[in-house]
Structure formats: C-alpha cells, structure tokens
C-alpha cells in the first residue's frame, strides 16, 4: 500500500502556502478541537502518549521536555520555535516554511497552548529569505482568521508570535545559543544546567522545539495521540520523519515515511539510486553531517532513532548524505572540518583549536604531506575534543573524524604512504 | 546629526518596543542599518549601541559573530557559493572556479567596479538543489556551467 504523505500533504498543490489551501485540507481542526476540548497540561499529556521525539537532531521526547517547566507561573513562559537549519545535508524544515507554513504554524498555536505561553518566538536562519517572507504572509493570515492573537477561537488564550531573523552562524541552531541570539548576543552556548526549561529566554523557563517536530504535533492534535502511536515502530520511534537525501542519487530531496525505512528503499527506491551507473556505494552519513559514517556494508539499517544508536550512528536531522565509489574519504572529511572551523563559536578551546587541527592535519594528508602517525592524531584529537566543550558541537566534529578515520582507515594511511591521494579529488564528483 | 536615515531611526525605536527586552532588537536594527546602507560602518555601530543600550565594542562583537553582517560593503550582486560536502559532492569547485575566472577575482574578492563580490560559504540547506549558490536574496541551484553564464548575463 503507498504510504500518504502526513507532514508532506500539501507540499506540491498550487498555492500550498496559503491558509485557505491549508484550510481546505482540514487544516485548524486540531486547534479547534484541542482548545475546546483538552485542558492545556492534558495535550501535553497527549503528546507525551503519542511518543512523538524531538525531529532537531537529539530525539528526545517533546512532551517530557515540556513537563520540565516548573509548575509556578510567577515568571512568563516562552515558546521558541528552532527554524535556524543549517546542519549540513538538512533541508526539511526549510520545505516545511515554504511549502506548508501552516501546519507548522498550528503545531506553534498547539504547543504554546499546552505549556500555557503568551508570547512565542519564530527563529529563522537569516540566509532563508524566501522563508522569512512566507512565514511572515502566513501569521498575517491567521492572525486574520483569528487563530492567533487575543482569544483564540473564542477559548480567552491569547498568544503573539515573533518573527526573528538569524544572521548566519550554525551555532544558534544550538538551543542556548539560539536563546543567547535572541537576546541580540553572539551565540554562544550556555551552560546546561540550568536548562531552558527553568532558566532559558530573558532568565524565564522557556521551551525550545524544531519546525517538524511541531508540525508533528499537528498531526497529534488532528487524529489523537493513540493514532499516532501506532505509526512507524513503536514504542520508542513514533509518527512520520522527513528524510533529506543528497549527494550522490538520481533524485536529490525530501522524502516522508513512517520511522524506520529501510536506509537503502530511501537511496535505492525514493532517491531513485545512484547517479553513476559504474560507481557503486561507498558510504552514507545518516543523519546530518555530525553523525558517524556508515560504510556501503552497514547500510542495512533501518532510519529511526534506535536502530541507528544500535548501527553506531544515529538518526540527528535525518540528513543522509550519499558517496559513491568516486569520493575520496579524506577531501570529504576535509570538507567538513573546515565547515566547523568556521562556525565553532570559539567559546571552548578544545573546540576552537581542535577544528583547527582537524583543517591542517587533514589539508596536509590530502596534499600528499601526511606524516607517519596522522590518522592516529586525528583519532587522538577527536578524542580530546568529545566531551570538553560546553554544547554538543565538540561531538558533532568528534564523531565525524573519529568514524571517517576509523572506518577508512586504509584510504587514509594510503595518502599518507604514497604521498598521493589515490583516488583524486577530480573523481568526487 | 545621527548616521542613518530618519525613516530607519524611528523603525529602531518601533523594534525595542515590540520585544520584552530590548536587547533583542538589535540583530534586527544591525539589519534595517545594512539594508539602508549596504553595510554597517563604525559610525552605525556606535549609534546603534547607544540606541540598545550597550556598548560600541558589545555591538562590533556581535557584528563580527555573524557571516551576514558585514563591516564593510560587499559588491552589488553578492554571489555565496555553497562549498560543503553535500555541494562538493556534486561539483561546486567547479563552479566556484568558473565564477572566479569569469568575474576576474578570487574568492573573497570584489570586483572594481563594486558590481559583484564573490564568496564561498557554508551549507545554505539547499543541498537537494546542489551545487547552488545565494546572490543577495535570490537562490540558484542545480548549476553547471551554462546555467552560471546566465545567470551572470541576466546580471549584467
């Protein structure tokens, strides 16, 4: 049977992007009825027996993380919606704003509602301009409709929501970075704990939520938490994921399942295989840049959270990046640790100087200049730069050096033994 | 005499009141400062702090901190090739090196005349379109070769 698309139903319909398309599919059903019919701590509750997990990159639970707000309302609540994408090979929520602004505006309306906040916060990656300009045209719109503002439906909640512009750094997809910037700071990390929940935007308990994980709960308050618990492998791993596939196949984009499609059906069956009839596979990141490779062997796995802890990656923003045969492991990698030289905040040293490593360490194995004992260096620094930093970007270039120079090892000590890269860098293509 | 336009100077103001803390107006304001004058010279950033409330040196941190403020002016069409895997994967180097030698400059330079400044930069998230580039608001993606002279001639 083919699977209909939940997150993605609209996506495709001349003028999707507007409310009365987003009305005519049902849309602001589930608000009428939430708000008529569920005290806000019980859609929390629903939430939480839906399963749904956070689509961000962490995967944790959205309803648990919302039970973390303290239970007093001396101080206001803040919601702030994480649009800031920019992990490398993740373009899903971006989709999402331009296509369907809608859905994830209900899912905003929703979750303000369930952890009893008047005043919320949309930041968006500044490089999203199209965007910008979408989500903007949409909160006029509801706000016309009366879904947002004073007295919702009728049901006396009042919520606003702000409109906030990145201004091009990854870090602030970080969640206290993302809060640090919204005050009009550089993004630098906090401290955890304590956590947004207790101590987060202007010091008050704030809740911080990705794009599709609330146009997720959309889905939630539509057709019921028990509905939604059944789809993709429960218990753990619940509900629709969009999966962005890049790199090396025939069809490049964003493709939606149930958790737990079989990486290979997304490469070989939606991303329609691979570009180059003669090159085979040769490795997967699964889950955005950060995450660890899977060689071309281990790509029998299934795409949801779980099995892909179990497969020694994990599933992060669902962005699968593709590389055939043709791609040198060693000018990939490279590629990468100058994008985190760029964007480590330069906040911890481990970091700071640890992505600088990377950069030269790598330049000079690429060039032909490795030294004997480099791959151990790159393993040796990764090491010391996991766990020593302040927010998980020292893991998210961590786990990409430590697994490239693990997993292809042999091609890395090749370019060090002959002085060459063996495969050129014209082939990576 | 303030350094920005009147119509800017009051659309400031308007920004710290629409937030509960108006610290948070600033990354808007340094935006409403570039869009009047393409960049945010010194004489701005001191105007704007005192504006927010901080200090000059708290506002030229912050605009350094961020890749879409910039100092200094960058050329009319600002070209932002995307350079991360997803991209190199799909040959941007290849359009990086076109533009470069169709423009006459290396990367991170502007041409003379000021028309156009070229950069490499990090993934723009529109890595099913790859390899793409940015120039100002406007996105291109699946370029090769042919598609770049187009764009460049519909430019010029």
């Known amino acids: 049977m083919a699977y209909e ?50 689509r961000g990159g962490a995967g944790f639970p959205t309803g648990m993380k919302w039970g973390f707000l303290p239970k007093t309302k001396d101080r206001p609540r803040y919601l702030c919606v ?21 859905l994830v505006l209900e899912g905003i309306i929703l979750s303000a509602f369930a952890i009893e906040c008047h005043t919320a916060f949309f930041y968006i990656r500044g490089e999203f301009h199209t965007g910008y300009r979408t989500f903007a045209k949409a909160i006029e719109e509801a706000r016309a409709k009366g879904f947002l503002g004073k007295n919702i ?16 750094a990854y870090i602030c997809g970080e969640e206290t970075a993302l809060l640090e910037s919204l005050e009009g700071k550089r993004g630098l990390p906090r401290i955890k704990p304590p956590f947004p929940a207790v101590v987060g935007l202007y010091g008050c308990p704030t809740i911080i939520n990705n794009v599709e994980t609330l146009a997720n709960v959309t889905l939630i308050a539509e ?120 964007e480590s905040c330069g906040q911890c040293t481990p970091c700071r100087e640890g992505t600088g490593w990377f950069v030269k360490v790598l330049e000079r194995i690429e060039r032909g200049e490795g030294r004997p004992g480099d791959v151990d260096l790159l393993i040796d620094v990764a090491s010391r730069v996991e766990g020593n930093t302040i927010c998980p970007f020292g893991e998210a270039i961590a786990w990409p050096v430590d697994s490239y120079a693990r997993v292809f090892r042999e091609e890395f000590e090749d370019h060090v033994a002959h002085g060459t890269c063996p495969i050129g860098a014209t082939a990576a293509r | 005499m303030i350094p920005v336009h009147p119509e800017t100077d009051r659309r400031i103001d308007e920004l710290k009141a629409g937030f509960p803390h ?8 340094l935006y409403l400062i570039q869009e009047e004058k393409g960049s945010i010279p010194e004489e701005a950033m001191v105007y704007v702090a005192e504006k927010i409330g901080v200090s000059p040196a708290f506002v030229a941190g912050v605009v350094s901190f961020y890749t879409l403020f910039h100092p200094r002016p960058v050329g009319r069409h600002h070209i932002q090739v995307c350079r ?18 169709r423009l006459g400059i290396k990367e991170g330079e502007t041409t003379p005349d000021g028309r156009f400044s070229l950069v490499a930069v990090e993934c723009l998230g529109a890595c099913d379109t790859a390899p793409m580039m940015q120039i100002n608001d406007q996105e291109h993606g699946h370029l090769d070769r042919a598609k770049v002279d187009a764009i460049l001639e519909s430019l010029r």
């Open chain 1, 5 to 54: 698309p939940l997150l993605l139903r609209n996506v495709g319909k001349p003028g999707s992007e507007t409310i009365d398309v987003y009305l005519a599919s049902g849309g602001y059903q589930g608000l009428r009825r939430v708000v008529k019919e569920f005290a806000p701590e019980k859609f929390v509750e629903e939430v939480k027996a839906a399963g749904l997990r956070g």
């Open chain 1, 223 to 342: 057709r019921g938490a028990s509905w939604y618990a059944g789809l993709g492998r429960p218990p753990k791993n619940t509900g629709p994921k969009l999966y962005c596939v890049s790199g090396h196949v025939k069809r490049p984009g964003v493709y939606e399942a149930p958790l737990g499609i079989p990486l290979m059906e997304l490469i070989q069956e939606r991303a329609g295989g691979l570009v180059h009839p003669d090159r085979p596979l040769k490795a997967v990141v699964p889950g955005g840049s950060s995450m660890r490779v899977l060689p071309a062997t281990k790509c029998d796995v299934l795409m949801d959270f779980d099995s892909l802890i179990a497969a020694g990656s994990m599933l992060g923003s669902a962005g699968v990046i593709v590389m055939d045969s043709g791609t040198c492991m060693v000018w990939a990698l490279l590629s990468l640790a100058r994008f985190y030289a760029h």
């Open chain 1, 153 to 168: 439906l009728g049901s006396g909640y009042d919520l606003d929501l702000i409109l906030y512009r990145g201004a091009g």
């Open chain 2, 84 to 101: 991360t895997l997803p991209c190199a994967l799909r040959g941007c180097g290849e359009i990086l090196a076109h533009l470069s030698k």
């Open chain 2, 22 to 29: 108006a610290g948070s107006a600033l990354l808007p304001a």
């Open chain 1, 82 to 102: 994480n649009a800031d994408e920019s992990e490398p090979g993740t373009f899903k929520d971006r989709l999402l704003i331009e296509k369907d602004p809608h």
